[in-house]
C-alpha cells in the first residue's frame, strides 16, 4: 500500500489532528475496500497486529499519528531543535518540562492556543501514564519554573541531580551539582531543592521505556508505532483463535508456542496463496454450516460431506468421517516422503504444531 508513506509525511509535518474521529472514517473507507463492502471476518486488532505477533500488519493510521506526535514531544524533552523549539515556544511562559512533565496546561490555557501544540499534547496525555508513573530522570524542574528567566541552553536534569539507588535517591550538594553545571548557584540549588521534596514524594522512575525507544534515530516512528500497537492490542490479542484451536486440539497452547507457529508458517513459503491457506485456516476463517446456520435461518447446519454432524468448524476440517480418511492417506504419505514416523495428530497436521 502506497497510502502509509504519503500520510507519515503529513503526520510529521502537520500534526494537527485533534479530532480522532476522522481515523474511523479513514478506518471504515480502507476497510471497505479490504473486504469488497463486505462484513469483516476477522478482527480489526487482529487485522493490525504485526504480522509476526499472528496479526495481518494492516497499518492502523491513528497509530502512526500518535506516533509522528510523539517524536515531537521527544523534542521538546531533549531540547535539542532550539531553533524550532524558540520558534514553537516563543509565546510560552513556563519551561516546556512543566508542560510535558508537571501538567501546567490546565494552569496556562495558552498553551493550547496553538494548533500544533495543542494536537501533541493530546497524544502526549494519552500516553504518558503507559511510559510513567513515576517522575522521568529527564527532567529538569529549572527548566520548567525558570527557562524564561535564566534562558540557558543547558539545563541539568534529574538524572544529573540525583544521586543512590532507587526507590531512594537523594539530592547532590551544590558542590556536586556544580561539577557539571557551573552556573548553579545557591539561589537555584535551594530551589531544586525544593521541587525535589515535592517530586521525592512520587519517586523517580527507574526503567525508562520511553528514553530507551527514542534512542534510534533510524526508523524511530516504526519504533513507537510497534510499541504503542503493543499496547493498543495487548488485551484483545491473537489468543481468540489460539483458544480456540487449544480446545480443539485438546490442549493448551501457550502463547509463545503459538507466536512460533506463526513465525514458521511465515517464513515457510514466498507463495502468497500458501500463506492466505495458512493465515485462514490458523484464523478459523472460512464459514461454516454452523456459522451459516447463526446468520441465515433457513441454512442446513448439517456437514456438507458426511451430512449427518454439525457442520462445526473443526468437524469439516478433521473429526468429520470423510476428511479423516483424507488425513490418513496425507498422513501416509507424508511419513513416505519424510522417511520418519509421527502421530496422525491435529495439531501436526492442521497447525503444523509439535
Ligand atoms: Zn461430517
Known sequence: MNILPKR??????????????IFTQWNKDIFKFIWKGNKPRIKYAVMT?????????????????EA???????DWINFKKSKVLTIEGFDLRRGWHSYVWYGKTKIEK???????????????????????????????LLEANQRRLLG???????????????????LKSQVEIQEKYKEVTWLQYLQIKEYFNMDNKLGFSEEDI???????????????????????????QITNSMTKWARNIGRPIQIHEWEEIWLRKIKYTYASDLEE????????????????????QNMDYKCWKCKTNE??????????????????IIHAEYQKILKKSFPNETGILLIGYV
Open 277 to 296: 491457506n495458512y493465515l485462514k485456516m490458523l484464523h478459523c476463517w472460512y464459514m461454516t454450516p454452523a456459522k451459516l446456520r447463526r446468520m441465515y
Open 49 to 65: 497486529n504485526l504480522k509476526k505477533r499472528g496479526g495481518f500488519g494492516v497499518h492502523d493510521l491513528k497509530l502512526y499519528f
Open 210 to 236: 520511553w528514553e530507551k525507544l527514542i534512542k534510534s534515530e533510524k526508523k524511530l516512528i516504526t519504533v513507537i508505532y510497534n510499541r504503542l500497537l503493543e499496547w493498543s492490542t495487548e488485551t484483545e
Open 311 to 328: 457442520g462445526t468448524f473443526f468437524h469439516l476440517w478433521w473429526t468429520c468421517k470423510k476428511t479423516a480418511d483424507f488425513w490418513k
Open 110 to 140: 495558552n498553551f493550547g492556543n496553538h494548533f500544533i501544540r495543542s494536537a501533541l499534547i493530546r497524544v502526549w496525555k494519552r500516553y504518558k501514564q503507559y511510559f510513567y508513573t513515576k517522575t522521568p530522570k529527564w527532567v529538569s
Open 68 to 74: 509522528s506526535a510523539l517524536v515531537w514531544i521527544r
Open 8 to 21: 507519515i509525511y503529513l503526520f510529521q509535518n502537520l500534526p494537527i489532528i485533534r479530532n480522532m474521529k
Open 152 to 170: 540557558w541552553t543547558n539545563w541539568p536534569p534529574y538524572r544529573d541531580l540525583l544521586k543512590g539507588k532507587a526507590p531512594t535517591f537523594q
